[in-house]
């Protein structure tokens, strides 16, 4: 197990040379970083979770920290919710960021996700400037770390889901190209670097080209839970010469547990493919044999699965999704065996914001 942690370091270097013959789009902290190592990210809990984080981002391990951007509304039942929305409202958006930027101190490179959810053009650009960390007219936001990356998605509000077929919403692809505009149009930092998301167990390949070609500089899939499933997806990204324009970044969820692993593969809508009994057996199996057990087989699991990632041509780094206590134990752990490669950071504040 531990000789997995030692593995890791190897796989890094021999793949080092690959990777930067792949340059990262933009004169930016992100791109320099790339052009260094393999990154590694981490997101970081926000809301009730700010600072619970705190342990394992002091690890050094983490080269750039990723704050979500969740909808009030996360499911159903919340409509039905009225004091999770009445405490959700108390907070203005721009006092949420100076907390997290307080919290989150400057170390690091930052990403910001900007999610569409239900939001149309000119909603969605404000959204953009504020999640930059910037005023409407593209002054910086008193309080606010400047963002070195934004992490467009689409997002996950329920009502989107109901209203996919009416093709009236915005997605992440309209949300790249309105960022650009902005870039183009200086309201964004040049240095600002675009971001967008993959979901290998769902999407196809032509799906990510498509990102990319909007102008997508890094990629966060969602996690290889299905292997086989992944390993189709990767190929025929290879095949489509991706990583040649854009930085792939793996996600690695730390799964603690079988109810962990299928909270996983019904977020990545995947709970019903026929293979998600098969990865889901191995949890089950060890929950037989005890707590003991379980932490043993989630650690060697994870381990594997990090150095197996690696080891694939054209992947520039691991994001690690911890989601419980649980999962930040586990990912302290494994931080401290070595097998995130603990490096200090060497990038202390975020991208200047532009002027009027």
Not at 64 to 84: E, N, T
Not at 154 to 182: C, I, K, M
Not at 202 to 221: Q, S
Request: net charge positive; proline share 4%; hydrophobic share 40%.
């Amino acid at each position: 197990m531990r000789r997995l942690a030692r593995c890791h370091s190897t796989t890094c270097s021999t793949l080092q040379t690959e990777l930067d013959s792949s340059p990262c789009k933009g004169d930016s902290r992100v791109q320099e970083l790339f052009d260094q190592r393999q990154v590694l990210t981490l997101e970081r809990g926000i809301g009730a979770h700010l600072g619970k984080d705190t342990k394992l981002w002091g690890t050094g391990s983490f080269d750039v920290g990723v704050y979500p951007d969740l909808p009030a509304v996360m499911k159903w039942s919340d409509f039905l919710d009225f004091k999770k929305l009445r405490k959700t409202g108390k907070l203005q958006d721009l006092e949420k960021l100076r907390i997290e930027s307080a919290a989150g101190g400057r170390e690091g490179l930052l990403v910001r996700t900007c999610g569409v959810q239900l939001r149309g053009h000119e909603q969605l650009r404000r959204r953009l400037l504020l999640r930059a960390g910037l005023e409407e007219d593209g002054r910086s936001a008193a309080g606010v770390r400047p963002a070195d990356a934004l992490l467009l998605v689409s997002g996950s509000h329920p009502l989107r889901r109901a209203l996919a077929w009416s093709g009236v919403l915005q997605d992440s692809v309209s949300a790249l190209h309105l960022a650009h505009s902005l870039r183009d149009q200086g309201l964004l930092p040049p240095q600002t670097s675009l971001w967008a998301v993959a979901n290998p167990l769902v999407d196809t390949p032509d799906t990510l080209e498509r990102k990319v070609a909007a102008g997508a500089e890094v990629i966060l899939t969602q996690p290889p839970l299905i292997y086989s499933k992944f390993e189709s997806w990767f190929d025929g990204v290879d095949r489509l010469g991706v990583a040649s324009k854009a930085k792939i970044v793996i996600g690695i969820p730390m799964l603690t547990s079988s109810r962990s692993m299928l909270f996983w593969l019904e977020l990545c809508s995947s709970a019903d493919q026929d293979s998600a009994n098969q990865a889901l057996a191995p949890f089950l199996k060890a929950e037989e044999h005890g707590s003991a057990a379980v932490q043993n087989f989630v650690y060697s699991y994870t381990s594997e699965l990090i150095n197996r990632v690696l080891q694939l041509p054209g992947v520039a780094g691991l994001h690690l999704m911890p989601v419980s206590r649980q999962g930040r134990d586990l990912a302290y752990q494994l931080a401290k065996d070595g097998c995130l490669q603990p490096r200090t950071h060497e990038f202390h504040t975020g991208a200047a914001a532009s002027s009027a």
